[in-house]
């Protein structure tokens, strides 16, 4: 158990329809970053929250949007969802924002689009 | 061209060999992170590199920073180790803690 939550573990949903996906990271870490995984793609960084701010931002749609919160719990919200948003979302965390630090994982959202 | 490659894609052992997991990376890194994700999808982290090595238990990873290459070694494998192993790199402290990954190899170790 690395300490990060996700909720929920399973989502399935309609095309068209909005989503939010849920982290909460381990005790103490101020990071939270957010990770897509697919068949065709493999794992991809999204995007990287640190202490309430944006830190770092991948190849995440404008669809797409997150946030951390005051209590550093994060939100991945998926809106006009699409077939290929099916997926693997994970979460991490990890203390700081440092570029040499282990970052723990949640145990992930799976999402299908119908 | 991915910025990190791994190979093999896919390896199948007989329980007791000893593995070897590559990675090469074209990009300028802060730190190599090896990953191992169960079929259950869960991911775990196993090393943390910058240089050198590191060991852990039946584990062992290098990095040569020159060459841009790191390896995973497991010795003694055992059907257990049957899981992805992802390689994944830092592209720089001043970029927070972005990952790229590479594609993953497959091990499945046979009794």
Known sequence: ?114 | KNEVEQSPQNLTAQEGEFITINCSYSVGISALHWLQQHPGGGIVSLFMLSSGKKKHGRLIATINIQEKHSSLHITASHPRDSAVYICAVNVGSFQGGKLIFGQGTELSVKP
């Open chain 1, 1 to 114: 158990d690395s300490g990060v939550t996700q909720t929920p573990k399973h989502l399935i949903t309609a095309t068209g329809q909005r989503v939010t996906l849920r982290c909460s990271p381990r005790s103490g870490d101020l990071s939270v970053y957010w990770y897509q995984q697919s068949l065709d793609q493999g794992l991809q960084f999204l995007i990287q929250y640190y202490n309430g701010e944006e830190r770092a931002k991948g190849n995440i749609l404008e669809r797409f949007s997150a946030q951390q919160f005051p209590d550093l719990h994060s939100e991945l919200n998926l809106s006009s969802l699409e077939l290929g948003d099916s997926a693997l979302y994970f979460c991490a965390s990890s203390p700081q924002s440092a570029g040499q630090e282990t970052q723990y994982f949640g145990p992930g959202t799976r999402l299908l689009v119908l």
